[in-house]
T-cell receptor
């Protein structure tokens, strides 16, 4: 079974609009970390946001915020006021040392296109 | 902070030759480094995990004799693709993590083309 699932291979958003990228994960652990990474055309992986599972509060970083639903094992990324520079492939990732040691487990990725 | 560099950024080599890729953590000590391979529009595939001063742990299906990994110091890991063949052409990314921390930082990647 896939640990991290990103069900949207591609998404499009109009500049200045809001878009939400979905991510679900599978775990029986209660303490873990979740991340969203951005990979623009340069292919440099950039950390967008991280969430610690034991924290109830949703993480935010400027225009980026997450909706972390622990019971539903859902970790969606909301991008507000989308900009052309947000166009990239976005990866959701899960980290828990008990299950996977040092490894970061990635989803398949979502390509985000931003229309001007 | 938390910058990871990779060198070279791209390399073209002839089939049968070996290529070395360097990965450096510039402003932190990376106790663990990771090497990934990525095909266009796909996710990252972990090849191996290396801890400073010890042998790398390879993922299933990755040939350890073909992809030699050395993590000689807390700031440097190298990946050597030995006897490269066209099927080894890909984008290789390294990543680093500080001991006890959960966030991984990534290098800019190396594009390898084997002719």
């Amino acid at each position: 079974a896939q640990t991290v699932t990103q069900s949207q291979p591609e998404m499009s958003v109009q500049e200045a609009e809001t878009v939400t990228l979905s991510c679900t994960y599978d775990t029986s652990e209660s303490d873990y970390y979740l991340f969203w990474y951005k990979q623009p055309p340069s292919r440099q992986m950039i950390l967008v946001i991280r969430q610690e599972a034991y924290k109830q509060q949703n993480a935010t970083e400027n225009r980026f915020s997450v909706n972390f639903q622990k019971a539903a094992k859902s970790f969606s990324l909301k991008i507000s006021d989308s900009q052309l520079g947000d166009a990239a492939m976005y990866f959701c990732a899960y980290y828990n040392t008990m299950e996977y040691g040092n490894k970061l487990v990635f989803g398949a990725g979502t390509i985000l296109r931003v229309k001007s | 902070g938390a910058v990871v560099s990779q060198h070279p950024s791209w390399v073209i080599c002839k089939s049968g030759t070996s290529v070395k890729i360097e990965c450096r953590s510039l402003d932190f000590q990376a106790t663990t480094m990771f090497w990934y391979r990525q095909f266009p529009k796909q996710s990252l595939m972990l090849m191996a995990t290396s801890n400073e001063g010890s042998k790398a742990t390879y993922e299933q299906g990755v040939e350890k004799d073909k992809f030699l990994i050395n993590h000689a110091s807390l700031t440097l890991s190298t990946l050597t693709v030995t006897s490269a063949h066209p099927e080894d052409s890909s984008f290789y990314i390294c990543s680093a993590r500080v001991a006890g921390r959960e966030t991984q930082y990534f290098g800019p990647g190396t594009r390898l083309l084997v002719l």
